[in-house]
């Protein structure tokens, strides 16, 4: 099998030297490895490019969650598998498939022939493999990108400055099944169950079953801040709602911050959402089912 490292420089520990580290672990190996550097400011069609002419069998994507949904953007609905190395700060997707955190235990995983297929939603006309919300976490986005402090002591001081100044939505939610309206803190569109801070958002959700879940979170407090960077508890079941569907519009009286796998897009007033079953085939370890 020829596997490609696509391979983002300037994720997480810039000091790490994935290419160095791949080429000694596969020495040797029956599997041929190669590696690629994503340029600064980097053309999607170049990845694609780089994918065919390479005539790798499984592309695996080294870096963070911006890297991995590049990477996916460009292999899926094709018979191409991917994986992940963890090289970002938060790695939420990779925690989410219980992707090994130590480089030389996914190193090991990429090798290996377990492949599961797993869903994806198109939330307008954005790719999103993980979790994309509108509100108080995407505010909270917008802040931690514009300040200099990083890690989880960032996201908790945006998160505290936000808190302050979040106002409340009137959000109308329209599934093939329901109509409702709800005065909002957020509302999410979850593939996955965990934010990259560990927040734990929807505890039910799979990346396999051919659904979504849409969370409304009422209210936020300061608690609840505390439970995403700390203690990583579920939100208060209290101020939450959970809806499942395949395809969803959301409306917000007034625009409201939108973000897609902690890329930060905006204000919106409406958010159209569709799945896209099995459009990935994700290398993952065997005995860790998603979502679970």
């Known amino acids: ?24 672990s596969f020495n040797g190996s029956e599997h041929q490895a190669e590696c690629y550097h994503l340029p600064e400011d980097c053309d999607p069609q170049d990845i694609r490019n780089k994918i065919n ?55 090991e995983l990429s090798r290996q022939n377990d492949v599961h297929p797993v869903h994806v939603t ?28 990083r890690g989880m002591w960032g996201y908790f001081r945006a998160a505290v400055k936000t808190l302050l100044n979040a106002p409340h939505m009137e959000v109308d939610l329209h599934t093939g099944n329901e109509k409702i309206r709800r005065t909002a803190a957020m509302v999410v569109i979850a593939n996955g169950t965990r934010y990259g801070s560990g927040a734990l958002i929807n505890p039910k959700g799979r990346i396999d079953d051919h659904l979504f879940e849409i969370v409304i979170v009422r209210k936020i407090s300061f608690s609840e801040i505390f439970k995403m960077v700390v203690t990583h ?44 079953p099995d459009a990935l085939k994700m290398v993952m370890p065997p005995m860790v089912h998603p979502g679970s």
């Open 1 to 24: 099998m020829k596997i490609l490292f696509i391979i983002n420089p300037g994720a997480g520990n810039k000091e790490t030297d994935y290419a160095g580290i791949i080429n000694k």
């Open 53 to 107: 002419t390479s005539n790798a069998d499984r592309v695996m994507a080294v870096g963070g969650d911006g890297t991995v949904k590049m990477v996916a953007e460009c292999v899926m609905n094709t018979e191409r598998s991917m994986g992940i190395i963890p090289g970002g700060s938060a790695n939420g997707l990779a925690k989410e498939l219980g992707i090994p955190q130590v480089l030389e235990e996914a190193l």
């Open 122 to 149: 198109e939330v307008n006309g954005s790719l999103c493999i993980h979790l994309s919300d509108i509100g108080f976490n995407a505010f909270v986005v917008k802040k931690f990108e514009d300040q200099n402090t």
């Open 233 to 276: 508890r579920p939100y208060d079941e209290k101020k939450t709602e959970v809806f499942q569907s395949r395809e969803a519009s959301i409306r917000s009286r007034r625009k409201a911050h939108f973000q897609v796998d902690g890329e930060y897009l905006g204000k919106v007033r409406n958010i159209h959402a569709k799945l896209i």
